[in-house]
């Protein structure tokens, strides 16, 4: 009988620590957050892809994409979700510079969106960042002798209020709203600016965060991913942190990254970025291009006696999510 026992009682601690164990591989370090896009009356005049009144399908496929510039960060995962969309009524609020370009003052026009969106109560509680979405080019600020950025979502601002609040500009075709997305959600969760003090990390190495542009890389530098890491463990075990809840999707179960976006519309790069391009409905499978690596190609267009007259002048990027090999995509015209 105590030998019977003892077994049983072997079994049971040996149970009891396999189900801590696998307790604690399921749990992660991440930070989920919900997204709210409001869009300007310039972004909705040249939207392509529309789907019922709403942009939500295009907003989704940008966030998902914003998310993949944050796919290889060593310790944190990273769960951006589309709340939902909808058009800005207060238009008045949007401030443009006075020059002949039509640009959007971003520093003028942000101060006015956190006054709209920082302690509004009527958000859903699934929201964390509101980011205005224009389809003007935006006019920002840098400060060199401050080391400040100015028109973008402030850094380490995550959890204030009711929301953050962010700018983009895209053009509603091409998802090249995705790289300052990425940059300011980056600022907003703790990465420092690349400004290579003490040695590390300059401004040359073209990371993420190495100038208010987002750099030439879409991905983080070692100095902003740690950054990160030590805003994560430094505010995680607050009570009011807003990123450990799942914020509801607008549309469930979509993960397609812009390159999945196209296909399923055949819908090809360089009919995206041709000028004349305008409605969704004008797409027609391939067009012929020449590759200039994995992730960048040159548009060309049929000419006499079987030649192609290609544009070698201008490069375009690959669609966000195109395969380059192995696991890696292509994201801003890289293989990462």
């Not at 109560?121 to 002798?145: N, Q």
């Not at 990371?207 to 740690?226: D, E, F, N, Q, V």
Request: proline share 4%; glycine share 6%.
């Amino acid at each position: 009988m105590k030998t019977s026992f003892l077994m049983a009682l072997l079994v049971s601690c040996l149970c009891g620590v396999c189900a801590q164990e696998e307790s604690h591989v399921v749990e992660e370090d991440a930070v989920k957050l919900g997204l709210y896009f409001v869009y300007d009356e310039i972004f909705a005049q040249q939207a392509a892809f529309e789907e019922n009144n709403s942009f939500n399908t295009y907003f989704t496929v940008l966030t998902n994409a914003a998310q993949a510039y944050f796919r290889n960060h060593p310790n944190l995962k990273f769960y951006f979700t589309l709340v939902n969309s909808s058009k800005l009524q207060e238009q008045d609020n949007l401030k443009y510079v006075t020059n002949e370009k039509m640009q959007l003052d971003a520093e003028a026009t942000l101060q006015n969106m956190e006054n709209i969106f920082t302690w509004n109560e009527s958000l859903s509680i699934d929201v964390d960042v509101v980011f205005l979405v224009t389809g003007s080019k935006m006019k920002t600020r840098a400060s060199e002798m401050i080391d400040e950025w100015y028109g973008l979502a402030a850094p380490r601002s995550i959890c204030y209020g009711n929301a953050s609040v962010g700018i983009i500009h895209d053009d509603g075709k091409t998802f090249n709203g995705a790289h300052m997305l990425a940059l300011q959600l980056a600022l907003l969760l703790g990465a420092k600016k690349d400004n290579g003090k003490w040695g590390e990390c300059p401004h040359a190495e073209g990371y993420l965060t190495s100038s208010i542009t987002g750099g030439s890389h879409p991905s983080l530098s070692y100095c902003s991913a740690t950054s990160m890491w030590d805003f994560y463990w430094h505010v995680n075990d607050r009570p009011d942190i807003c990123w450990k809840d799942s914020p509801k999707p607008a549309l469930a179960n979509n993960k397609d990254l812009p390159a999945d976006f196209y296909r399923k519309k055949l819908c090809d790069v360089c009919q995206i970025h041709n000028k004349t391009f305008r409605n969704a409905t004008e797409c027609r499978g391939y067009m012929s291009k020449r590759l200039n690596g994995a992730c960048k190609a040159h548009c060309c267009i049929p000419a006499r006696y079987r030649y192609k007259s290609c544009d070698w002048a201008n490069a375009i990027n690959m669609p966000d999510g195109t395969p380059c090999g192995g696991p890696m995509i292509c994201l801003h015209g890289e293989c990462v």
